[in-house]
């Protein structure tokens, strides 16, 4: 969630040179950015794994001598080098993680509950007290284009008058996860539209091979896991009309290149601040029930015990949001 607000920061300040510093799984996310924006990436799991290892980290990047520090995620990692790097003289500005308007969320009323400010502007905060106010405009990390679908022709093919759709079903946990056997019906009604092409995100084998099914079962379904990595995977998502996801990392993604979403909440609700990227609350699918939001991560078990949430959202409509957004 932070490459919109870091994208448009680096074209409004074409002449301050940005460091990027995030896990080196995130690189691709920042390939595309502007010529005065570097990524630094961080080992977490060796070399800058443990105090010992943030300790390196912090010594590789004071060479910086970074005039500015900004910590856009306020983790126990990020507090000991801006603590560090604000000791060597850097001036910092910590993200404000909202956690008290956060737990209100939870426990208010259902007819009380109002959106508390989203994780984008709560960036936006933070460079604007550092002295770098920010214009959020950024549309896609392809700008006004698409990626280039050459680079992955040989597995997706080539994108004619079909209307291409994208379904990422899983999630980090069971609350934000609609149940599998309803999603299968969603693909199975899907897979019967005439001239559309059905893409399948996932990863890890448990989900390689429930996709794989899916694959098997219905035409024309394909599965992309384990064919892609992450910046062929956003070229692909660029060119989907409308992807289908969970409160999930395959939301944020299709966000950042300008594609449609139509996401599914169950624990979780979009007025916890994060929605993705410009996407539109009346694409999120969602039952009102008194239990909800029972988190803002999603990771707490249903204290109903059934996850009404997500089990009474019907498969047909899922299916009526995706064929509206693609007619």
Request: charged share 25%.
């Amino acid at each position: 969630m932070t490459v919109p607000i870091v994208h448009s920061l680096a074209l409004q300040y074409p002449l301050d040179e940005i460091v990027m510093l995030s896990k080196e799984s995130m690189r691709p996310l920042f390939a595309e950015m502007p010529t005065n924006v570097t990524f630094f990436g961080a080992d977490v799991k060796n070399k800058h794994k443990g105090i010992g290892g943030l300790s390196t980290l912090y010594g590789e990047l004071k060479q910086y001598n970074f005039d500015y520090v900004a910590d856009l995620h306020n983790v126990l990692r990020s507090k000991y080098l801006t603590l560090r790097l604000r000791m060597a003289g850097s001036e910092v500005v910590t993200l404000q993680k909202g956690r008290k308007e956060k737990k209100k969320l939870i426990k208010a009323d259902l007819e009380e509950i109002s959106a508390v400010k989203s994780s984008f502007a709560r960036s936006l905060e933070v460079f604007k007290l550092l002295g770098f106010p920010v214009q959020a405009n950024f549309v896609s990390i392809y700008g006004d284009q698409k990626g280039d679908l050459s680079l992955i022709r040989s597995i997706v093919g080539e994108k004619k008058t079909e209307k291409w759709v994208g379904i990422a079903p899983f999630a980090a946990h069971k609350g934000k996860i609609y149940p599998i056997e309803l999603m299968e019906k969603v693909v199975a009604e899907l897979s019967l539209r005439e001239n559309t092409r059905i893409f399948l995100f996932g990863g890890g084998a448990k989900e390689k091979k429930i996709l794989a099914r899916w694959e098997q079962k219905y035409k024309p379904v394909e599965s992309v896991v384990g064919k892609l990595q992450m910046n062929t995977e956003l070229i692909l998502m660029s060119h989907i009309d409308v992807m289908l996801t969970m409160d999930s990392a395959n939301m944020h993604l299709a966000s950042l290149v300008n594609t449609s979403v139509v996401s599914i909440w169950g624990a979780t609700h979009p007025y916890g601040g994060f929605l993705g990227w410009k996407q539109l609350p009346t694409n999120a699918i969602q039952v009102d029930l008194s239990c909800r939001p029972c988190s803002i991560y999603g990771n707490k078990p249903c204290k109903r015990g059934d996850y009404a949430c997500l089990t009474s959202i019907a498969p047909t409509t899922v299916v009526h949001k995706i064929e509206t957004l693609i007619n």
